[in-house]
């Protein structure tokens, strides 16, 4: 298993009327977790990219047990528990500066050949990073 | 059931260097979709919350199969199925223009007491409108 | 002078915790004022990047009077006062429900060729367009 | 004068179909800039509005240079050159990891009385911070 965390301190443009961070934020906040993430394990997504792969999203989940608010420093812890085959999994925790859990999520990827435009395998590199956690 | 279609025309902002719509705008279509749902339907999701009752996500989910591109004039078709309790469950289909499925998606909402800050029943008139449909 | 209106919805997601649409929200309907403008002239935007032709904003700028709220139905009057260059200019104003006048804003936009990088004057389909309106 | 540095990281959300962060979004990057530059200074944001003062913003203008990318590591420059009144006048510099200058911009924000719905002076507080500056 890899984790890797990463602080977003919210911004006013993501709050809502009702004081709290809109639902929708958090799908920004889990793509800079997962960002971070690849980086921190030695992998640049804008790298990725540029060699030809894309990375959409194809499932995406999330339970809300309290809201984020505004100027909160939060934690986003970003996990990967499986190997990577052609779908790439990340589970993810939301923590405020209590250490209270607002919300868990998951998103699957997949590697997409860009010029193709198909689903292919992680490029070999990727794989390697990934030899001291699987 | 009640179902309620709405158009959304995709923007330029909401699309990512991809050439999609980026992955984390669906909320923010489906929340205008349940919103024209309630309209349709005969209740304001607005005066809804200007008589003390919110209305929060507590989980989200989506299952992309196609992206949405740029100046598409999306079908978003929104479903009840369920008749509403202190929890109220939408189920969002997302077609292109060429009636091609985009994506399935579904939403819990809870109804909330603004002023006691806890889980409370649906208000009576909201449940009236509902009659016919369960 | 060439004049167009839009009417757009404020979305839950566009309010922030003060119950105002966020001032960085009014970008995005100028995009779409300018986008409805333009295909009510006959000129598609979607269909002139398509044609290797973009139109990046060069300067923005806006004076706000009232804020908008939640579920308001504004309209956004968008005008072309000057005949189009290489720059093309947009001037904005937004009212409310109660024709009030919210703000006015501007933007300056600029014809550039995709391949060369480089600013171009705008396609002749598009002058002729113009041409009854200067 | 007083002048503050933060660090914004685009997100792949904020990019649009050019490859270029979204005019839209620098709003939001000069929203962060402001209120690092106060919380620097030694004032937070969020305190300055339970204390039951809001900061709408009155006026906002940005010039565009270059485009920033996606994943760039954005240094912005907030400055306050004037010493605030009722009004509060912000200027920014956006500079990509080139040290290259991508925009210049300003907004005007004003004090107001939350409970008075009035513009009013700034804090004795506030003021205190600025004298070495002014």
Do not use: H, W
């Not at 528990?81 to 993810?92: E, H, Q």
């Not at 859990?101 to 997409?112: G, K, P, Q, R």
Request: aromatic residues 14%; charged residues 25%; glycine residues 4%.
């Amino acid at each position: 298993m890899y984790i890797s965390e990463t602080r977003i301190r919210t911004r006013y443009a993501e709050t809502d009327q009702m004081g709290y961070v809109y639902y929708g934020n958090y799908a920004q906040y889990f793509e800079v977790g997962r960002v971070e993430a690849m980086r921190n394990l030695g992998m640049s997504y804008r790298d990725l990219e540029g060699s030809g792969i894309l990375l959409p999203v194809v499932s995406f989940n999330i339970n809300f047990l309290k809201p984020a608010l505004y100027d909160e420093n939060l934690s986003i812890i970003t996990k990967i528990s499986t190997k990577p085959t052609v779908r790439l999994i990340f589970d993810y925790e939301t923590y405020n500066e209590q250490d209270e859990l607002l919300n868990t999520a998951s998103t699957t990827l997949v590697f997409v050949n860009k010029i193709k435009n198909k689903p292919c395998p992680p490029p070999k590199e990727f794989m390697e990073l990934f030899k001291p956690y699987f």
